[in-house]
Nanobody, 121 residues
Framework: QVQLVESGGGLVQAGGSLRLSCAAS????????MGWYRQAPGKQRELVATITTGGSTNYADSVKGRFTMSRDNAKNTVYLQMNSLKPEDTAVYYCNLRVRTSAWTAPRDYWGQGTQVTVSS
């Protein structure tokens, strides 16, 4: 099986920065997709950022220019650097990896446990 462990959330003032990490461990043959999502109270989970195996990134319009997603393939870890944080960024952030555990198994989605990010005004 595959385990994802997130870290790095917390409380920060508006304009501040946080860096989230998501480390994957277990039976990992390949990682096909990496993404960060967030869910604010009373709202649906939304996609924040994605990164391909080649390192190309995409971001939600609401975070473009402020958030940067990166990956360390050797460590099976993805990061989300969040700068110029706003109160509306307050949410639980989840990492999502689509992982194949062997060459003959289909990719499957795995989720981190979620980490709370709170931005005060």
């Amino acid at each position: 099986q595959v385990q994802l462990v997130e870290s790095g959330g917390g409380l920060v003032q508006a304009g501040g920065s946080l860096r989230l990490s998501c480390a994957a461990s277990g039976s990992i043959f390949s990682i096909n997709f990496m993404g960060w999502y967030r869910q604010a109270p009373g709202k649906q989970r939304e996609l924040v950022a994605t990164i391909t195996t080649g390192g190309s990134t995409n971001y939600a319009d609401s975070v473009k220019g402020r958030f940067t997603m990166s990956r360390d393939n050797a460590k099976n870890t993805v990061y989300l650097q969040m700068n110029s944080l706003k109160p509306e960024d307050t949410a639980v952030y989840y990492c999502n990896l689509r992982v194949r555990t062997s060459a003959w198994t289909a990719p499957r989605d795995y989720w981190g446990q979620g980490t709370q990010v709170t931005v005060s005004s």
